[in-house]
């Protein structure tokens, strides 16, 4: 069992950064995930980070977002450079047990353990 807890979020100009944390009670185990869900819509994958480091993100925010972890305080986070409106959404870190093949690495089904969300809202 891992306990996740999201923090970061708030409201951000279009352009501008943010940078969501997750603290962990323990993840060294896990590959790590952020997602994203916003009203009337499905949730996605954003960013994940594998246990040996390579990551994985969304078209839709490459170049743009940073998913990192820091082991020695058990957090991951994710850095939003370049906001969109469209990067609206409540945002959720998540733990997979058993590391999701790189083709469905950014499935949320494939995650066991989630935090309670962060809200993040982009103006324009």
């Known amino acids: 069992q891992v306990q996740l807890v999201e923090s970061g979020g708030g409201s951000g100009q279009s352009g501008g950064s943010l940078r969501l944390s997750c603290a962990a009670s323990t993840y060294s185990r896990y590959c790590m995930g952020w997602f994203r869900q916003a009203p009337g819509k499905e949730r996605e994958g954003v960013a994940v980070?594998?246990?040996?480091?390579?990551?994985s993100y969304a078209d839709s925010v490459k170049g743009r977002f940073t998913v990192s972890r820091d082991n020695a305080k058990s957090t991951l986070y994710l850095q939003m450079n370049s906001l969109k409106p469209e990067d609206t959404a409540m945002y959720y870190c998540a733990a997979a047990l058993i590391e999701p093949s790189w083709w469905s690495l950014l499935q949320p089904s494939k995650y066991n353990y989630w935090g309670q969300g962060t809200q993040v809202t982009v103006s324009s």
């Open positions: 980070i594998r246990r040996d480091g390579s990551t």
